[in-house]
């Protein structure tokens, strides 16, 4: 990639990379907030197509508030790259991003062999849109219309016009970021109202989880090729057919992760394997007070084809996390 795209990618880049990663726990972890009284899921579900394999949110105001991201901010080493971005973009991350919603799409593609085509990233906050617009025409980019939607996009040499990044308007104060072909995929989903809502397997799961400021929900064969496990190891997993997870982030973290199993038998095996690893973790957990605590919360439950585990990482585990990153800081001085 050239140098030119990679400054272009910045504004994407960042977005996702700060925004989803603002909860390391948002791919992992899940949660909704209300569309409206009668639907599930938050407003930008309405730009999700309705092939979507999985979606995640992350309420991004709500993480970077809360004690758990006040904690990681003081052990943050100053960033010239962040200062240098917000000059250039007017975009302050932290400040200017309230939510992000992530969506994965086979469509003609396979997931996994092109995952970079079939994702879309919608963010929502405050953006300069002539600013960022002037940013990426001055570095090679180009911007048209799209369905009324200002879409900016970088190609390559060599590479097609759905392989290049864009960048679309989609709303005043809704971004989305990924491919050229994924993003007008976004766009075509708000303007025909064919979008994941005709989704009734993913939108029941949506609609069970309960408030909390990260989710996800999808297929798990699409999140297990998506982590690109061995082989071997996909071969020993339950035959799982869908996920939910939900979770809240503030001084701690509080979550549910669910499994639903093709057939019972299969759920049952899944049960099984989470003891096995339970009984190992709580002999692992020792004396360190933390991590005891967050082993002792892990609860087990699920009957006939649904798996469900909770758990909660309280304070003390964070606690001991930044005493231990305090100390590699100072034997590191």
């Known amino acids: 990639m ?10 994407s880049g960042a977005i996702l ?28 579900l309405q730009y999700v197509p309705p092939d979507a394999a999985v979606v995640a949110y992350a309420n991004v105001r709500d993480v ?26 007017g975009l302050d991350i932290e400040r200017d991003i309230d939510s992000v919603v992530a969506a994965f799409m086979p469509g003609t593609d396979d997931l996994s062999a092109r995952p970079e085509r079939s994702a879309v990233v919608l963010a929502r906050g ?9 940013l990426a025409l001055e570095h090679g980019g180009t911007a048209e219309d799209y369905k009324g939607k200002r879409l900016l996009t ?16 989609i709303e005043a104060d809704l971004v989305g970021l990924g491919s050229a072909e994924a993003v007008k995929r ?39 090729r998506q982590a690109r496990l061995p ?30 199993a093709r057939d019972e038998a299969a759920a049952q095996n899944l049960r099984d394997v989470v003891r096995g690893f339970l009984a190992m973790a709580r002999l692992q957990a020792g004396s360190r007070p933390g991590m005891q605590q ?12 649904t798996v469900a585990l909770a758990f909660s990482i309280p304070s003390e585990f964070f606690d001991a996390l930044e005493a231990m990153a305090k100390q590699r800081q100072g034997n590191g001085r």
């Open 186 to 224: 976004a766009i075509d989903a708000g303007a025909d109202h064919r979008n994941v809502a005709s989704n009734n397997d993913l939108m029941r799961l949506v609609a069970e989880l309960d408030n909390s400021n990260v989710w996800a929900v999808g297929r798990f064969d699409a999140l297990a």
């Open 2 to 11: 050239s140098k030119k795209t990679r400054y272009f990618l910045l504004v």
């Open 154 to 169: 970088r190609l390559d040499s060599g590479k097609t016009d759905a392989d290049g990044m864009a960048v679309g308007f």
């Open 231 to 260: 082989s071997e190891v996909q071969a020993q997993l339950p035959t799982v057919t869908w996920f939910s997870a939900a979770g809240h982030v503030n001084g701690g973290v509080n979550g549910v992760f669910k499994a639903e």
């Open 126 to 134: 405050r953006f300069e849109a002539a600013r960022l617009e002037a």
């Open 64 to 89: 970077m508030n809360s004690e758990f991201r006040r904690r990681f901010r003081e052990l943050e080493p100053p960033s010239t790259d962040r200062d240098q971005f917000e000059q250039k973009t």
């Open 17 to 44: 990379i700060v925004g989803l990663g603002t909860g390391l726990v948002a791919s992992y972890l899940g949660l909704p907030v209300s569309l409206s009284s009668q639907a599930a899921g938050p407003a930008e």
């Open 294 to 305: 967050m082993v002792d919360s892990l609860q087990l439950t699920g009957e006939g084809t």
